[in-house]
């Protein structure tokens, strides 16, 4: 299974360089992944069943878990939300499943997107952890172009062990997320 390979790879040789890149001794100090959560906000898709039961399958495919309803907390009468209606779904991810995803985002699904140049390095929340969204899930193989019913996208948060945003960036550079280039 690949993913063994990469939690193997990590645990063998990310590890080890992200400790030298951060000089650092202590080995419980190197920052970790912990795990990562995907979120999908359906709007007024998540009132029509059928559109919700084939986000939760897309988010199932691509995860390899199923997946939570998102409820909302509160009444928003302009946007016709009651509270405790359905708003979305959610996954989070852990072990080799986080790994599995970690490895299809890096490999698979972000050198799909058209003109990829990067990451942008603003996601970044200032207490180590890292939040991306992607606009459409056809970046994802597992999933087929004629079975959807609409695109939507999906936020990914990466949430680590780092006490702050320069030694998260450090891990996720060196798992191999690629951020784009400052400057020119």
Sequence with gaps: MK???YKSLY????YANVAKRLEISNPHEIPKIKK???NRGLGESAQVSSLFAASR???ATVTGQHSVPTLAKKSIAGFKIREDMTIGCMVTLRGERMYAFLDRLVHLALPRIRDFRGIKRSGFDGKGNYTLGLT???LFPEIDFDKIARLDGMNISIVTTA???????VLLETIGIPFAQTGN
Excluded: G, H, P, Y
């Excluded at 645990?11 to 990310?14: C, D, L, Q």
């Excluded at 006490?163 to 960036?169: G, I, N, Q």
């Design 36 to 38: 990562i959560v995907i």
């Design 163 to 169: 006490k702050t945003d320069r030694d998260a960036e």
């Design 3 to 5: 993913s063994q390979k």
């Design 57 to 59: 399958q897309e988010i």
């Design 136 to 138: 459409d899930q056809l």
């Design 11 to 14: 645990t063998e040789t990310i």
